[in-house]
């Protein structure tokens, strides 16, 4: 009913003019004409005579009419002088939206008016006519006038969402207009709703008692008819009310769902001045929240790794390690500096993050850890800082297939791939205010002198014999025994493998 979001101006400003014109004019006219019935034909006093009912006949029409008029042409340039900026598609500043957001009441104040003005009217005209009448008239038209006023504030309210929407965007919680809030409008709505058409019930029925026989042989039926009004009027503005309540609330609890779901994007349009509508901001608010921590926690996962910025969230992060278990992958580009003599530094970087991206590709198949880039070399870990059971034949697979696919895709250059397996220290490592997870140990080493080495062998990947007795079956199989080397640094011989030719 209230068009979608991104609905032109002209057709907003046609819709909004139609539908506060029609719902307004609608709702005071069903009041007056069941004022007419009940002041004529209900209330506990004397038939009323000829000339009484002539002079409603006329003068309730004509005041109608005056009233529609006059409501129709005030109320409709009233709200298009305060809704121009959203009507013309222009930046209001904040005494516009203020004024936008003050539409619904200004427009009930402007019927309460013209109700009041039907109120005094109408028990002049009995008190002149039929003076036994005055004082039902008077409380007939009142109790209805505030009820259709009831009414009309709360389908003004609903109509003007989309411009409410547009100027509370723009507002500071702070700057908002100050109301009634939702107990407040729940007490208030109840007062017109139900506790001014019991008042006139009380009022009829004091009337009755007090006056002649006819007087009192027509209570019953003046008690049917008010309680008619309230069952009808009182369930109107209830439903109302409530859809004013709930529709806020609906909004946020789809859009929590939405989040819950993963969709951190999701927002909600703020459309309510009470405190359903700070509840609107404030999921909007944590919404941000949610995208801005998601996009630190992304940023630190790709500097350190997922599972490192993870293991942080989880435990937190200080400063020392723990001994693991750990097979350790080492890659180094061969004459590297050669190459980035010979070629323009775009291109150079061009090389380099197709090299890297192949290697973080098949460190993160196997779930292991790219831990460091170093120049044109990276540092793999598998088995910290989450435990991998089966790291060595992780290990193994990643540097099969990154020499594969490097020889494949990168031909232009050639890397070293060294595998080694051993006890290592995982942790942080640095100072308080600036850390970095690292694995230092003897794996380390091992990888980083068989890397050099596998510079010189067919395929250019060397790995420790140890991490392939380590692996299962199925990939030990890819690898055969190569001559023993003292790797810088010991004085034993080291097992090594190559893959097989």
């Known amino acids: 009913m209230l068009g979608r979001p991104d ?17 307004l004019v609608s709702t005071n006219v069903v009041a007056a004409g069941v004022v007419f019935l009940i002041a004529s034909l209900v209330v506990p006093a004397p038939s009323p005579t000829s000339a009484t009912v002539v002079s409603l006949a006329i003068a309730v029409p004509t005041y109608v009419g005056v009233a529609v008029l006059v409501g129709v042409g005030v109320g ?71 009820v259709a006023c009831g009414i009309a504030f709360l389908l003004a309210d609903f109509v003007m969402r989309p411009i409410s929407a547009r100027a509370l965007d723009g507002l500071a919680v702070t700057d908002r207009p100050r109301g009634a809030g939702v107990g407040g409008r729940m007490v ?90 700070s509840l609107q901001a404030g999921f909007n608010a944590m919404a941000q929240g949610l995208r801005e921590r998601e996009q630190l926690r992304d940023l630190f996962g790709r500097h350190v790794g997922r599972d490192v910025a993870l293991a942080a969230a989880a435990r937190g992060v200080e400063l020392g390690g723990e001994a693991r278990q750990v097979t350790v992958l080492f890659v180094d580009l061969v004459g590297s500096t050669t190459y980035a003599t010979r070629h323009e530094p775009a291109e150079v970087v061009r090389t380099l993050n197709r090299f890297f991206g192949v290697v973080v590709e098949e460190v993160d198949r196997q779930r292991g850890l790219v831990n460091k880039f170093m120049g044109d070399a990276v540092l793999a870990v598998f088995g910290a800082p989450v435990d991998h059971p089966g790291h060595a034949t992780a290990a193994l697979a990643a540097a099969r297939a990154m020499a594969r696919r490097l020889a494949a895709e990168v031909p232009e250059i050639s890397a070293g791939i060294g595998v080694a397996t051993g006890e290592a220290v995982a942790g942080n490592v640095g100072a308080a205010s600036r850390l970095e997870y690292t694995v230092v140990g003897d794996a380390v080493n091992s990888a980083a002198r068989l890397t050099d080495l596998a510079k010189q062998v067919p395929g250019c990947v060397l790995a420790a014999w140890h991490t392939v007795e380590e692996a299962d079956e199925g990939e030990a199989r890819h690898w055969e025994p190569h001559d023993p080397v003292v790797l810088r640094g010991r004085s034993e011989k080291t097992p090594t493998a190559v893959l097989c030719g």
Do not use: H, K
Request: hydrophobic share 55%; net charge positive.
């Open 76 to 146: 409709t340039r009233l709200s298009l002088r305060a809704l121009r900026w959203a009507t013309e598609g222009v930046e209001p500043d904040r005494r516009q939206r203020l004024a936008a957001l003050r539409v619904p009441l200004r427009l009930t104040v402007m019927q309460g008016a013209l109700w009041l003005g039907a109120t005094v009217l109408f028990t002049t005209l009995s008190l002149v006519l039929q003076p036994e009448r005055a004082l039902g008239s008077g409380v007939a038209v009142g109790i209805a006038g505030m």
């Open 188 to 277: 208030l709505f109840w007062c017109l709703g139900t506790a001014a058409p019991v008042v006139g019930m009380v009022v009829a029925a004091i009337v009755g008692l007090t006056g002649d026989d006819d007087a009192r042989d027509r209570l019953p039926f003046t008690v049917l008819a008010i309680s008619a009004v309230v069952l009808v009027f009182g369930l109107l503005t209830t439903v109302l009310n409530a859809r004013s309540i709930v529709a806020p609330v609906s909004t946020v609890r789809d859009a929590l769902l939405d989040v819950e779901r993963g969709d951190l994007d999701r927002e909600v349009v703020v459309f309510d001045g009470t405190e359903l509508g």
């Open 7 to 23: 609905q032109s101006v002209r057709a907003l400003r046609l819709r909004v003019q139609l539908l506060l014109t029609v719902m």
